[in-house]
């Protein structure tokens, strides 16, 4: 059982093997679960009542997407941080969901560490000043990377696989591999949805 200081993540996800298991996991980490089996459900809970904690969700769901449910929530007065779980042919969808308000995305599979890593800003609510701080720090790195690795970024972000991104480029797999190495190097991330994230509200073409 939670109280009001405990943290709290509300899992939304159709399916139930999923959901029990994120909730054990997080659970043994001393982390409150409330479990949804749709978008609807949650939306329900949300209606005339204050939810804590923050969200997670899967970006693909029978009833409503992510981004969706973002919306609606939002519509509804609630501003809890949202993290969306998503397949790698979801990137786009995903990046689409950030702009809409989602704070962080995950891929799957995931380990327990990613996930935690990703939920753990969601629950501290970190303050404005420390947001502004991370932003110029993003804005700085950007401003490191050479042009080649800016295009390398570019595909990225609209969720390219390195052999698209290749062919656009006109280079090999491999030399993108290289770049898109640099790249989280010098923006500081250890996966691509930790770049996606930080770059992606900060990024220009």
């Given at each position: ?61 029978p ?16 501003t ?17 969901a ?33 947001a ?16 080649r ?57």
């Open positions: 059982m939670t109280t009001s200081h405990d943290p709290l993540v509300h899992v939304v996800d159709d399916d139930s093997a999923l959901r029990d298991s994120l909730a054990f996991m997080l659970e043994t980490n001393d982390i409150g679960t409330r479990l949804y089996a749709g978008a609807a459900e949650l939306l329900d809970a949300a209606t005339g009542t204050t939810l804590e904690g923050c969200i997670l969700t899967d970006v693909r769901m009833d409503m997407n992510g981004i969706e449910l973002v919306r609606q929530l939002r519509a509804l007065g609630v809890l941080p949202v993290v969306v779980m998503t397949g790698h042919a979801d990137v786009p969808l995903a990046i689409e950030i702009r809409a308000g989602v704070q962080n995305f995950i891929e799957k599979p995931f380990t327990d560490e990613v996930l935690l890593d990703a939920l753990r800003p969601a629950l501290d609510n970190a303050s404005d000043v420390t502004s701080a991370v932003d110029r720090l993003v804005v700085e790195r950007l401003e490191t990377l050479s042009t690795e800016r295009q390398v970024l570019d595909g990225l972000i609209a969720g390219h696989a390195n052999k698209v991104i290749a062919y656009d480029l006109g280079i090999s797999p491999r030399t993108v591999e290289v770049y898109r190495a640099n790249v989280m190097t010098k923006m500081q991330v250890r996966s691509l949805s930790e770049l996606v994230r930080v770059t992606v509200l900060n990024h220009t073409a």
